[in-house]
């Protein structure tokens, strides 16, 4: 079952401009994770918050968690055209069988 | 470097037939991952292994089998069996308690011909 919901489902914005994704999700979580994929490849992972952490930053991403409301942001800032992906948030619960459950992913186009 | 390898990028299956999906890492990781994904969707968790000779069904597994036989290697078989196969496969791996994300491998697009 697919637990993150991101939003929007897609995103088009100019180089330079911010971009921000949302992902709801349903269950209580130990962390929440947010990957890019490029379009016919892997995912790669970008940053990992934790359940008991608020706020994250890594080079320009910063992502909030707000455990109450059960959601997450991803910001990119001064965005570029290299940053056109498709990027997925991804919940990890369990204790002793670590697995991600992953969204459906917003679909972000970066126009130069 | 270290990294996943899967292999083949691109395979076809003709009807009837079973297909082997190779996955090797090298990162010593204790947990690996099968995911299918189709287009414009997430995704879905197929089998995964956090140790040698044992794994466990995810949330698709009907129509896939694995084996994992050596802390490297998680190979995928898409069966007969599988009525849909057509998709995109991603492997992927982790540490133990995953803490520190995932590594996916560059993926295998399997087509049904």
């Known amino acids: 079952s697919q637990q993150g919901e991101e939003d929007p489902q897609a995103l088009s914005i100019q180089e330079g401009e911010n971009a921000t994704m949302n992902c709801s999700y349903k269950?209580?979580?130990?962390?929440l994770q947010w990957y890019r994929q490029n379009s016919g490849r892997g995912l790669v992972h970008l940053i990992l918050?934790?359940?008991?952490?608020r706020e994250k930053h890594s080079g320009r991403l910063r992502v909030t968690l707000d455990t109450s409301k059960k959601s997450s942001s991803l910001l990119i800032t001064a965005s570029r055209a290299a940053d056109t992906a498709s990027y997925f948030c991804?919940?990890?619960?369990?204790?002793?069988?670590?697995?991600?459950?992953f969204g459906k992913g917003t679909k972000l186009s970066v126009i130069p | 470097d270290g990294g996943i390898t899967q292999s083949p990028k691109y395979l076809f299956r003709k009807e009837g037939q079973n297909v082997t999906l190779s996955c090797e890492q090298n990162?010593?990781?204790?947990?690996m991952y099968w995911y299918r994904q189709d287009p414009g969707q997430g995704l879905r968790l197929i089998y995964y292994?956090?140790?040698?000779?044992?794994?466990q069904k995810g949330d698709i597994a009907e129509g896939y089998s694995v084996s994992r036989e050596k802390k490297e290697s998680f190979p995928l078989t898409v069966t007969s069996a599988q009525k849909n196969p057509t998709a995109f496969y991603l492997c992927?791996?982790?540490?133990?308690?995953?803490?520190?994300?995932?590594?996916f491998g560059s993926g295998t697009r399997l087509t049904v011909v």
């Open positions: 992927a791996s982790t540490t133990g308690t995953g803490e520190y994300g995932y590594t």
């Open positions: 269950t209580s979580i130990n962390n």
């Open positions: 918050i934790r359940s008991n952490e």
């Open positions: 991804a919940t990890g619960s369990g204790a002793g069988s670590y697995q991600l459950t």
């Open positions: 990162l010593n990781h204790d947990a």
């Open positions: 292994s956090q140790i040698v000779n044992d794994f």
